[in-house]
């Protein structure tokens, strides 16, 4: 055989030694070449190897191995393989033919790609040879890089997926042989690598992608160093591989699943990426690291931590793209990997961004948790998925509906995975209560919630016993307003249903008068579109469906109709009619929503038996929660579907019949509400249902008592007349047992609700009984304890007190004309004697507690009797049931005010019970603050809901009280018979009206702005309304007396004062009312009076300073340092800008809140150190006391007045030469003035008309008074002492009253422009009215100062009367300036005849509005009289004039000679020098120590105040020492910075230069 092989071995040689020329024939002999040399084993014999020589030399000629052909070359390089396995490891040719060879058989591994070629097996036997042998290796030796470039580069685009796995072995396997044995890898054979890793834009395959991660994983150690110079290259930028066009980060993704290691040193640049400003790079890095980290069953790396931290962290990214691609990856990471380590802080981040800006992001956050909560249960926990599905609120109705989708999805397959027990759907039972939440949303219709109710959220292939086990299940945890939801939809089911049943009984009815049909028809349709989203639509929807004339429609309508369908039936039939109609029916929507809600798709008789069923086996079970919510549920559908127990009787009577009290009061309950609609069924079933329920009665609980009355009469043809008739018998009779008495008197007060006639035959025993053996029972000595018992230590016999209460209320509120009822009074003569004694008598002993709980009981009691005996309720018994909410224990208080806003909000109760919110609370930071400012505004916010419906309804006048303003008149008058309210008479103290202060400010805040607080804006015209009706309100009140008690009435005025006062504060500016309505007053507590008696009333000075700015000043200082007691002051300041966040804009109120609230911080420790100095003054004489009376004298006549203010922005008065334009505002109160003899150091706002922030030390106007009382001195003494700590804030109300203001208009809330009321008298000079002290004037402060109010003071003569008001347009006058002392020039521009007001245009530029007939003024015909001059030339002093001598011409032209020009306040206006203005101050301490003797503390006057002489004259001298001590300091520490250069090139600086500069140039001058 080996002999045959070598010669056939010869034959085939010497033949290819010379290739024949045809194809055929030489493909034949190299096939027999082939088998032959495939036949040989490696390392032949010689004897073979010889045979083989010319075999050799013949596949050595160019000839063969460069043919052209396809199949000839496969075929040589076929055999030349084989003869490089035979001569292996030696090669058996030369290198260059060796070099032909490789290039032949490379050039066959581009046919791989064929599968389907003839030549495809020769191909795969040429590749597994030479990966088996390691030919290849000999490429390297031969430095054929190109050519092993070509072969990489053939690998990579043939290899697919269809090749056998062999192939891919011998590819890989050649691959690493090359890069294992060469010794210097080269760059492109790499970058041929790479560039196949990532399939995006390249076009290659996964194989390709496979085989290459596999030769990197094989070869990192060796590829490690140029693939990092590649990637560090690529992620800096620098631009070395763009013309490679591989994309590095999708080489970085099959690089972290290969070779991970590699990656270790390129971390800090991926990093860098993400935190980019570049968005594009951004939001590629961050795709990268998704997909990385979304791998299914690849950990993150350590290395990779921290690049995962920041990849979390771009969920905050500023941009929206990015934040929604890291939520998708996000979620990708979770579904893939549900066991990630790192789930826990994946869920808490996503869960952060559910409140983010954007709604594409709070919606792609929904997305990715729900879709991994359905994906896998055990991933999200139930906790993250509620509270994202609280975006069912979301501001975006887009977020609401697909969070209701993806919400509903989840629970539908939950209840699927939970009937095969895979799964526990107590998980997810609040999903339905979130649902019905929704129907309070007006994004959601109740449709749309009906319909999610009955099909979305159960999977239609659910059970109906697994459906009744749900909802069991989920009713369980259901709240009042979830079960409210669900009530209504069966309600309006229920309102549907009958209206429905009447329209097709109307059909099917025939009559000869058809318009008398079609009128009644069109009534139904009417009632019907009504209880529809859009009633018109609808409505016009019926009368469409009333013209169709298929039967099936209305067969199918009647079927659905019908309570004994099933659940199956009832869908099916629903869709069959659906299906006739067509989906292009304009009637298709329409009767989907239709057949719904008319249909008993959500509750029907199988499930109502089912649940009977479910709460038989609970019992049994002993699970007393699910027996409670199965009958709670069978409650509510019996109370709307009643006919749907039809049928179950003989289970609810099995149930009664149980002995478990829960299962008797629900089953009583259930018969209670539905036993009128099976009365007959169930007597037929048993004639012991009676019995049952009237042993309830006598025995049972006290809920069992109730609801087995009710059943009573409802199971009962006579309404229960002859059955409860017995049993009232029988009660009565074992009445004086005192067995079972709880139970005993609840039956007997619901007979007496129920069947009125039956409890009248033995009314009176009834009442004697609970009046004479039980309210005035008393406990025996040693049994009543007084060691302050706990709240729920009530005692038995309270208990029993408290049930007998009960019943009496109970028989005046029976269900029909009560107001019938006679008797009352004496009910609500025992309920005030408990809200007065906490007993019935005050004989009787008990301990605190038990007196709570009666009081309590008792104002309850008066609550539901309110309802219809209204009228009734004295004023007393009202205010004793008001004062429940100021009772000690916080129990009673927190039931009182529950029952309350319960009955209100259900509108069983008038709002005028609202006050007792306002009496919790005596200043605003108590935590009841809060809690009454959120039950107020949902008050309020539901008697404007009445209102508006009165108001659409046209409703008569008897409506009124329901509106909200109507509680102030309420309010004023609790809190003036509050025993809390100060005495009016002798209380001037501000602090005592601090509680009134906060409830009317509470509730005046929430009438005119709600929950908005003050807003800067426009005021609607709603808000204007209840402004108007408040002021008519208050202004009414103030020409009333109280009824009550007439001595109270003053306290009424000054609580309207009060309010009048934070209205001010509470209503911008510009609002203006013309005038007030009489409104109606409650009869009960006021009477109205005439006006003309009314003056002494409304004008008594005793109340009018709480109208003053300096009480409200405190009063506001006190809210703004209390409103958020105990925070940081950085933090409370920093929470504004915090809070608002970059995209909102700072309310300009809460601004100046917290620059107000600064500036009280700052002057606190100043105020308690003036405080503590005014007490101990006052201890030697009384200040207030000789104020009032000073005052009260010369307040007898009063007129009316404006309040001129100007606008906020005017506060820091005219500066740099701006205009400065007036508001006046007509003020509706009368004109009233500050009786107190101090003003309150406080932060107000104040509005004045022109005062300069820096004019305190302007020698205009100034005026020194040498003599000061001691009041004074030590108030001087005080600020002086504060200013030299703070001179920046403007919050500081000095007390000294006659301390004026900066340059400008004395300007109060008042204008006080007096009359002479005694002739004969001496007349103060002006001047001493305005005294001005040193100390005083160091301050900065912008606030308006008040005129003291002095009498005898004369008006001064006004030319208004002489000539026409609009004749005076043109003219020149000169105006008085009281802070000035002296007059200024202008023209009367402009007169405006409706508010008779003239604009006045100043010399200086400035303008004015003014009121001339309220001002002091003359016309000027000398146009050269001094005036506001120009603002250049020296200052001079002005002479200070009296009220004489500006009424006398002679005086004018002297005052002309010496008054100065108008003083700017900015320093670039002051022009004069130094030496020029320390003499005018020294002209100006000459007049005021000549007017000195002037002084109002002479001797008599001294002892007409009640003022010792020698204490006064102590007082003084210690002052006037005191002065001197400081003026030779002053002089000594400043005589070197007088004389300084710096000092006089600051000689425009007079209104800024320090006071103890200025003081001692006054004193150099004397």
Not at 660 to 688: D, F, P, Y
Not at 1121 to 1138: F, I, L, Q, R, T
Request: net charge negative; hydrophobic share 35%.
């Amino acid at each position: 055989m080996a002999q045959k092989l070598q010669q056939q071995l010869k034959e085939v040689g010497s033949k290819l030694e010379s290739p024949p020329a045809s194809k055929d024939a030489l493909i034949k002999l190299l096939k027999q070449a082939g088998n032959c040399l495939s036949e040989i084993e490696q390392s032949p014999p010689p004897s073979v190897s010889d045979s083989m020589q010319s075999c050799l030399n013949a596949f050595a000629q160019k000839e063969l191995l460069t043919h052209q052909d396809r199949d000839v070359k496969v075929l040589v390089a076929t055999c030349v393989c084989e003869i490089t396995r035979i001569t292996a490891p030696d090669a058996p040719y030369s290198d260059d033919v060796l070099r032909d060879i490789f290039h032949l058989i490379v050039g066959t591994f581009a046919g791989l790609g064929d599968i389907a070629s003839p030549s495809y097996e020769r191909r795969v036997v040429i590749l597994e040879t030479v990966a088996k042998y390691r030919s290849c290796v000999v490429m390297l030796d031969l430095e054929c890089n190109d050519l092993i470039q070509e072969m990489f580069r053939t690998f990579v685009s043939v290899i697919s997926d269809g090749h056998p796995q062999n192939v891919f072995t011998s590819m890989q396997t050649i691959m690493i042989l090359i890069l294992d044995e060469s010794e210097e890898l080269q760059e492109n054979l790499i970058l041929i690598l790479l560039s196949v890793l990532g399939c995006k834009g390249n076009g290659s395959s996964m194989a390709a992608r496979r085989l290459v991660r596999n030769v990197i994983e094989r070869c990192a150690g060796k590829l490690e160093p140029f693939i990092k110079q590649f990637l560090v290259s690529s992620l800096s930028g620098d631009g070395s591989y763009l013309n490679y066009s591989i994309d590095h980060h999708e080489v970085i993704y099959d690089l972290y699943q290969c070779a991970p290691q590699i990656l270790a040193r390129i971390i800090p640049y991926i990093t860098g990426e993400l935190l980019t400003d570049k968005l594009d790079i951004r939001l590629k890095a961050v795709q990268l690291l998704g997909k990385l980290f979304s791998l299914p069953e690849v950990p993150v790396s350590e290395a990779f931590q921290p690049v995962f931290d920041e990849f979390i962290k771009r969920l905050t990214d500023r941009v929206v793209e990015v934040r929604l691609s890291v939520i998708d990856h996000l979620k990708n990471c979770l579904v893939t990997n549900p066991e990630h380590p790192e789930a826990p802080l994946i869920i808490k981040a996503l869960s952060d961004r559910v409140l983010d800006y954007d709604e594409n992001v709070r919606k792609k956050v929904v997305a990715a948790v729900y879709d991994v909560a359905c994906h896998s249960f055990k991933v999200i926990p139930m906790e993250t998925a509620s509270f994202v599905a609280e975006r069912l609120r979301d501001k975006s109705l887009t977020v609401k509906k697909y969070t209701m989708e993806r919400v509903v999805d989840l629970h539908r397959l939950y209840s699927l995975k939970s009937s095969d027990g895979s799964t526990n759907l107590d998980d997810c039972k609040w999903i339905p209560g979130k649902i019905l939440k929704c129907l309070y949303d007006r994004d959601f219709r109740l449709e749309a919630v009906e319909l999610i109710l009955c099909g979305s959220l159960f999977p239609p292939e659910l059970s109906v016993k697994n459906r009744v086990k749900h909802w069991v299940s989920v009713f369980s945890v259901f709240d009042k307003f979830e079960i409210k939801a669900i009530e209504q939809i069966l309600l309006q089911k229920q309102r549907l249903q009958h209206e429905m049943q009447k329209y097709l009984s109307l059909r099917q009815t025939y009559q000869e008068d058809a318009s008398e049909l079609h009128k009644r028809i069109f009534v139904c349709f009417k009632s019907m579109s009504r209880l529809f989203n859009d009633p018109m639509n609808a409505e016009e929807n019926f009368q469409f469906l009333n013209q169709l004339k298929d039967a099936n429609i209305w067969k199918i309508l009647t079927i659905l109709l019908d309570p004994s369908t099933s659940l199956y039936e009832s869908w099916s039939r629903r869709d069959e009619l659906l299906r006739i109609l067509g989906e292009k029916h304009p009637l298709y929507a329409f009767m989907d929503t239709l057949t719904l809600k008319c249909s008993y798709i959500l509750f029907n008789k199988e499930f109502v038996k089912e649940t009977l069923s479910e709460a038989a086996a609970q019992h049994s079970a002993g699970n007393t929660k699910l027996i409670s919510s199965s009958l709670n549920l069978l409650t509510v559908i019996s109370g709307y579907s009643p006919l749907l127990l039809a049928g179950c009787e003989e289970d609810l009577l099995l149930l009664l019949k149980e002995d478990n009290e829960l299962v008797k009061e629900g089953i009583a309950h259930v018969l209670a509400k539905a036993g009128g609609t099976i009365r007959e069924q169930l007597t037929m079933t048993s004639s012991s249902v009676e019995l049952l329920l009237e042993r309830l009665c006598l025995e049972g609980t006290r809920k069992q008592a109730k609801y087995s009355v009710q059943a009573l009469a409802a199971i009962t043809k006579d309404d229960g007349l002859k059955s409860l008739s017995v049993l009232y018998k029988r009660l009565v009779d074992i009445l004086e047992e005192k067995t079972h008495l709880p139970s005993i008197l609840q039956s007997l007060g619901c007979i007496a609700q129920t069947a009125m006639p039956i409890f009248e035959t033995r009314e009176d025993e009834i009442t004697e009984f609970i009046t004479s053996k039980i309210l005035h029972y008393s406990n025996k000595s040693d049994e009543v304890s007084f060691d302050n018992p706990e709240w729920s230590e009530i005692s038995e016999l309270c208990l029993t007190k408290m049930f007998g209460i009960k019943t009496l209320v109970k028989s005046y509120i029976p269900a029909k004309d009560a107001h019938m009822r006679p008797g009352i009074e004496k009910l609500l003569e025992i309920l005030q004697k408990i809200l007065s004694y906490g007993e019935i008598s005050e004989e009787i002993r008990s301990n605190n507690v038990d007196k709570a709980h009666m009081r309590l009981a008792s104002a309850k009691a008066v609550l539901r009797l309110s309802r219809y005996w209204d009228q009734k309720i004295t004023s007393s018994l009202f205010y004793l049931t008001l004062r429940i909410s100021q009772d000690a224990y916080p129990e009673s208080k927190r039931s009182f005010l529950n029952k309350v806003h319960q009955y209100i909000k259900e509108r069983l109760l008038d709002a005028k019970y609202a006050c007792a919110f306002l009496l919790t609370f005596n200043d605003g930071h108590c935590p009841e603050y809060e809690e009454c400012k959120q039950s107020l505004l949902e008050l309020v916010h539901i008697c404007q809901q009445v209102k508006m419906r009165q108001l659409s309804a046209q409703s008569d006048s008897s409506s009124t009280p329901a509106y909200p303003e109507y509680i102030l008149a309420y309010t004023v008058h609790a809190l003036a018979h509050n025993p809390s309210c100060p005495n009016i008479d002798e209380c001037l103290n501000v602090q005592a009206f601090e509680p009134i202060y906060w409830r009317l400010h509470l509730l005046l805040s929430l009438l005119l702005h709600g929950d908005d607080g003050k807003q800067s804006g426009a005021f609607p015209i709603e808000r204007k309304e209840s402004y108007y009706t408040i002021l008519s309100i208050f202004h009414s009140i103030k020409n009333a007396k109280d009824v009550v008690d007439e001595t109270k009435s003053n306290a009424l005025y000054a609580i309207c004062y009060l309010g009048l006062s934070i209205l001010k504060r509470l209503v911008p500016d510009e609002v203006q009312v013309s005038g007030f309505d009489r409104v109606p007053l409650p009869s009960m507590l006021y009477r109205a009076v005439d006006c003309s008696n009314n003056y002494s009333m409304t004008e008594d000075n005793k109340w009018a300073w709480l109208n003053s700015d300096s009480a409200l000043a405190h009063f506001e200082a006190l809210r703004l340092k209390n409103k958020k007691m105990g925070d940081s002051p950085v933090a409370e300041d920093g929470m504004v800008v915090e809070e608002n966040g970059d995209d909102n804009e700072v309310p300009l109120g809460k601004m100046m809140e917290v620059l107000r609230n600064q500036g009280v911080k700052k002057k606190k420790k100043k105020k308690k150190d003036i405080f503590a100095n005014l007490e101990t003054i006052d201890s030697e004489f009384d200040v207030l006391g000789v104020v009032r009376d000073i005052n009260l004298e010369s307040f007898k006549q009063t007129q009316d007045m404006e309040v001129i203010v100007t606008d906020h922005n005017c506060r820091s008065g005219k500066q740099d030469g701006k205009i400065n334009t007036e508001k006046e505002i007509s003020s509706p109160s009368k004109r009233q003035r500050d009786t107190i003899g101090f003003e309150v150091l406080a932060p107000t706002p104040k509005r004045k008309r022109s005062i300069s922030m820096n004019r305190s030390n302007s020698s205009k106007g100034r005026k020194e008074n040498t003599k000061r009382s001691p009041i004074q001195s030590l108030l001087e003494q005080s600020l002086f002492e504060d200013d030299r700590t703070e001179t920046d804030t403007d919050l500081l109300i000095t007390y000294a009253p006659d301390i004026s203001s900066k340059k400008g208009r004395k300007v109060s809330d008042a204008l006080h422009v007096e009359k002479d009321v005694d002739s004969s008298s001496e007349k103060l000079t002006l001047a001493e009215d305005n005294k001005k002290k040193d100390d005083q004037s160091r301050t900065s402060s912008t606030k308006k100062r008040k005129r003291r109010s002095i009498a005898r003071l004369e008006k001064c003569t006004s030319l208004i009367d002489q000539s026409s008001e609009s004749e005076l347009v043109g003219s020149r006058i000169k105006i008085w300036w009281p802070l000035d002392k002296r007059f200024y020039q202008g023209v009367l521009h402009s007169y405006d005849p409706g508010n008779k007001k003239h604009t006045i245009l100043y010399d200086d530029g400035d303008v004015e509005v003014l009121l001339l007939s309220k001002e002091k003024w003359e016309i000027i015909n000398n146009t050269h009289s001094a005036g506001k001059q120009p603002k250049s030339g020296p200052p001079l002093v002005s002479k200070i004039l009296s009220l004489d001598s500006v009424n006398n011409k002679n005086n004018h032209s002297d005052s002309g000679k010496n008054e100065s020009r108008k003083r700017s306040s900015s320093k670039a206006k002051n022009k004069g020098s130094t030496i020029k203005r320390v003499e005018e101050s020294s002209k100006l301490v000459s007049v005021s120590n000549n007017n000195a003797d002037r002084s109002p503390c002479s001797k008599d006057e001294l002892e007409d105040l009640g003022i010792d002489q020698s204490e006064f004259d102590d007082a003084k001298s210690a002052s006037q020492s005191e002065e001197e001590v400081k003026a030779e300091e002053l002089h000594e520490s400043s005589k070197e910075e007088i004389e300084s250069p710096k000092f006089k090139d600051a000689k425009d600086d007079s209104d800024n230069e320090p006071i103890n500069i200025w003081r001692l140039r006054a004193l150099k001058s004397i």
